[in-house]
């Protein structure tokens, strides 16, 4: 079993629609959560973070954290052809002294059809 | 942009030879993160510096060593390049204040034939 876990798809949406990327993960522990949005031949951009169960919202984009469940979710609403790109989970593992490490999943292509 | 910058920007090396890349951290950031991306896959965390010394390591052979510099900026070494080794290496800083976020630069492009 990996550690995080996504579709890799292609998920298309159509623009105007909400979009909805998921992920598990598999260390229990795991205390932080990131987002990051991934163009084309571009590197990592932080989308969101998220510490706590429940949802957390900034602009379009809502992250949604279920502990109990290892599952971590992000809604894009009113998505945007702009917003195609991979979009990458991401677990710190920095926890008990350990590095401060991102352990990532092999991120889900979203695509927005115009 | 995050304040992070990587170079060079591409580089092609041949199989055996010896690579070294560099990153600057975002100003105030004393943490500098080295991860591999490889094609169609997510980046995979190499070593952590901070303070200088190597804090954390992942699980990448020893030929694979970096440094830290007191500005906070960066190498990684890469010595008798593989195939393998062609991937897209992305440098990541964060702060003492929070050091869970992580910012990358732009990255660095290896192809090695």
């Known amino acids: 079993q990996k550690e995080v876990e996504q579709n890799s798809g292609p998920l298309s949406v159509p623009e105007g629609a909400i979009a909805s990327l998921n992920c598990t993960y598999s260390?229990?522990?795991?205390?932080?959560f990131f987002w990051y949005r991934q163009y084309s031949g571009k590197s990592p951009e932080l989308i969101m973070s998220?510490?706590?169960?429940g949802d957390k919202e900034d602009g379009r984009f809502t992250a949604q954290l279920n502990k109990a469940s290892q599952y971590v979710s992000l809604l894009i609403r009113d998505s945007q052809p702009s917003d195609s790109a991979t979009y990458l989970c991401?677990?710190?593992?920095?926890?008990?002294?350990?590095?401060?490490?991102?352990?990532f999943g092999t991120g889900t292509l979203l695509a927005v059809q115009p | 942009e995050t304040g992070v910058t990587q170079s060079p920007t591409h580089l092609i090396k041949t199989r055996g030879q010896q690579v070294t890349l560099r990153c600057s951290s975002q100003?105030?950031?004393?943490?500098v993160s080295w991860y591999q991306q490889a094609l169609g896959q997510g980046p995979q965390f190499i070593f952590q510096?901070?303070?200088?010394?190597?804090?954390g390591r992942g699980n990448f052979p020893p030929r694979f060593s970096g440094l830290q510099f007191p500005n906070y900026s960066s190498e990684l070494n890469v010595n008798a390049l593989e195939l393998d080794d062609s991937a897209l290496y992305l440098c990541?800083?964060?702060?003492?204040?929070?050091?869970?976020?992580?910012?990358f630069g732009p990255g660095t492009r290896l192809t090695v034939l």
């Open positions: 990541a800083s964060s702060s003492a204040r929070d050091t869970d976020t992580q910012y």
């Open positions: 998220i510490y706590s169960n």
């Open positions: 260390d229990r522990v795991s205390q932080s």
């Open positions: 510096y901070y303070r200088e010394e190597e804090n």
């Open positions: 991401a677990v710190n593992r920095g926890y008990g002294g350990a590095t401060n490490k991102l352990i």
């Open positions: 100003s105030g950031h004393n943490t």
